[in-house]
């Protein structure tokens, strides 16, 4: 998944679209989160936790590509 989180973040960058690339992080975030609750449950989370993490980095290094002038901006 994170080639295809790769292009999104790549896309959104292009058209400084800050809000939405804050709203997938904390999508994820919050994913991340409530997979942490059932780890040691019969679901096996640890791929979905690093494939997570994984994105995350992927939409931080789209968010720092930003610059100050994208702040808040969206299309």
Do not use: C, F, P
């Not at 997570?52 to 939409?59: E, G, R």
Request: aromatic share 2%.
């Amino acid at each position: 998944m994170t080639k295809a989180i790769e292009n999104i973040v790549a896309n959104y960058v292009s058209l400084k679209n800050r809000v939405a690339l804050q709203e997938m992080r904390e999508h994820r975030q919050r994913l991340l989160h409530e997979s942490r609750l059932h780890r040691g449950s019969w679901v096996s989370v640890d791929k979905l936790s690093d494939v997570l993490q994984q994105d995350i980095s992927v939409i931080d290094a789209g968010l720092s590509g930003l610059g100050e002038d994208a702040a808040g901006s969206h299309s």
